[in-house]
């Protein structure tokens, strides 16, 4: 999303997270926990280093499978990844334990409902 949202639309770092971030979990009834730096937050993020333009294929994505992207120049690559505050990724690879994923719930599960019915 980077690529052609800040890359090729021009948008701005700060509305590029508020599109991707911020605001997609607060659709999701997820914000503050989620799409927010902030105490109290679980601390999920990616940093891109615009400098590392890469091309995408399957030897380097995580699970090394066929990829819809396959061939797509990127305008940055992640360079850091932090999951609930723990280091998980860095450009070395994922560094991660398994099992650490958790699903969060939202916190107004009418509201969420009421959104995704409207998308049926």
């Known amino acids: 999303m980077y690529t052609e949202m800040v890359g090729k639309r021009r948008y701005s770092l700060s509305r590029y997270v508020d599109l991707v971030s911020t605001n997609a979990a607060k659709i999701m009834g997820l914000y503050p926990r989620k799409g927010a730096l902030a105490a109290g937050s679980d601390a999920d993020i990616t940093v891109l280093d615009p400098a590392d ?18 061939g797509r120049k990127m305008e940055a ?5 932090v ?7 860095r ?30």
Not at 53 to 70: D, G, L, M
Not at 77 to 81: A, I, Q, S
């Open 53 to 70: 333009k890469r091309v995408i294929t399957a030897s380097n994505c995580t699970r090394r499978t066929n990829t819809p992207w396959e």
């Open 83 to 89: 999951l609930r505050g723990k280091i998980v990724g």
């Open 91 to 120: 450009k070395r690879g994922v560094q991660g334990q398994p099992g650490r994923r958790q699903m969060a719930a939202p916190q107004d599960r009418r509201r969420h409902v009421r959104w995704s019915l409207a998308f049926e």
């Open 77 to 81: 690559w992640p360079c850091l990844t």
